[in-house]
């Protein structure tokens, strides 16, 4: 940036001449990331005014990215254990070759026998090392250290593996592409995070019945449920976590519950009844099953189970998946917009971004990267939807909130005096 205000010369005329080097305007984005996010949040507000968010349906899905810290800078619990274990090995092998040179029974020479010793005494430094790094991430809560960005940690992807990175979150609108809401987490996964986004797509469109979709990823029984008490339609397919149907017994979906009776009705047409409630994870438990003669008389259960008998276990607003997956079934494209729509805003601004993802470190700072992402993402949508003209119009009222945004949260002078000679030109 700090080049293109030296060669550009349309930026030069809208930056009035002003040359900020890069430190400015690193400190510029460092120091005003409440303000940064609620430019992104405003031209959000903006887009909702221009009626492009006809459609109130929004789709969830979470990418990993790439944070300052290489994978070698970043220490688990598994990791140190193979890493003290490699050097133990290296240490018994020093070990095993002074012995093998006192009882000369090798052709290991005089003149190696001091730097085998040097060697073993670097090795066990280095063990002593280790064994207290393996100390310091037992201390942390989730048994992780990243070294160059602390707060960056070790996730799975599905196309290279894994990365140390973040996991970014976001809502987007199923019409336009455009991006709705998002959030940067340090979670490894996405379960737990539909709720969060749901509330705030809701919020940024100010709509009450809307409808979200999300992959498997993010089936969560108390965060569907808050969703539907909030208002909103919640479409997520329900993941396979059960064997039995590849293992040759009956799946679940085998046994039909009846709300009436609240009892289930195995294959072989018995009723399993209510028998106990427990508490697990915060969920009440109801557990149905049928008396142990009845199943040990039967002749289906080798394909029921290999218990004494078939027991269901049914929390208690049940009720509120069951509805979500009739309805995920009245509606098979859902699947498909979901994903043709969130693919695309991630793999723009990946291919923006390059191989590096993230340039700043800590959650903090990176949030407010994603920010500036986010909002040349939607600027770039926009420009494509509305064409430049229009877009001009729109931006004219982009300046009125982001003077209003920058009045009450611009600390440092300097940057809104970097800033006005910007926004004048574009009020112009
Ligand atoms: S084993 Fe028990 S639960 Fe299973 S089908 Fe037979 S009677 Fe029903």
Not at 215 to 239: A, F, H, N, Q, W
Not at 259 to 270: G, I, L, S, T
Not at 323 to 344: G, W
Not at 387 to 401: C, D, F, P, Q
Request: charged residues 25%; proline residues 4%.
């Amino acid at each position: 940036m700090e080049k293109e205000t030296q060669r550009n010369v349309e930026l030069m005329w809208l930056l009035g001449r002003l040359q900020p080097d890069f430190k400015t305007i690193a400190d510029f984005r460092k120091d005003n990331s409440k303000a940064i996010q609620q430019v992104c949040r405003e031209f959000v507000d903006i887009c909702r005014k221009l009626d492009l968010f006809a459609k109130p349906l929004v789709a969830i899905d979470g990418s990993k990215f790439k944070a300052v810290n290489s994978k070698q800078k970043n220490d688990t619990q598994a990791s140190m254990k193979r890493r003290i274990a490699r050097a133990e090995k290296h240490i018994a092998d020093y070990l095993k070759a002074l012995e093998d040179k006192d009882s000369n029974d090798t052709g290991v020479d005089e003149c190696n026998a001091p730097q085998l010793k040097e060697k073993l005494d670097a090795l066990q430094t280095h063990l002593k090392e280790l064994k207290q790094r393996e100390t310091e991430v037992k201390a942390y809560p989730d048994k992780q250290l990243s070294e160059t960005d602390p707060d960056s940690r070790l996730m799975k992807q599905s196309t290279v593996g894994s990365l140390v990175g973040y996991n970014v979150q976001t809502a987007v609108d199923t019409e336009h592409k455009l991006i709705i809401a998002h959030e940067v987490t340090n979670s490894p996964v996405d379960r737990g995070q539909l709720l969060p986004l749901a509330r705030m797509a809701q919020e940024a469109l100010n709509q009450d019945n809307l409808t979200v979709l999300a992959d498997r990823g993010y089936y969560k029984g108390t965060d569907i449920k808050s969703c539907v008490d909030e208002g909103m339609i919640t479409l997520v397919p329900k993941p396979l976590t059960s064997n039995n149907g590849a293992n040759g017994f009956f799946p679940r979906s085998a046994f039909r519950y009846d709300a009436q009776k609240n009892e289930y009705r195995c294959p072989a047409n018995q009723a399993l009844t209510y028998r106990h409630s427990s508490m697990e994870k915060g969920m009440s438990i109801d557990t149905y099953y049928v008396s142990t003669l009845i199943c040990r008389a039967c002749e289906q259960k080798s394909q029921c189970t290999v218990g004494v008998n078939r027991r269901m276990r049914r929390w208690e607003h049940e009720n509120v998946l069951e509805e979500m997956q009739d309805h995920l079934t009245q509606m098979p494209e859902a699947i498909t917009t979901r994903a043709s729509t969130v693919e695309h805003p991630f793999g723009t601004i990946k291919l923006w971004t390059g191989s590096r993802h993230f340039l700043m470190k800590r959650l903090k700072n990176v949030r407010t990267e994603m920010s500036l992402n986010v909002l040349a993402f939607n600027l770039r949508r926009m420009i494509s939807i509305l064409g430049v003209l229009e877009l001009v119009n729109v931006l004219r009222a982009i300046v009125v909130s982001v003077f209003s945004a920058l009045l009450t949260r611009l600390k440092p002078l300097r940057s809104l005096l970097l800033c006005s000679p910007l926004l004048m030109r574009i009020a112009k």
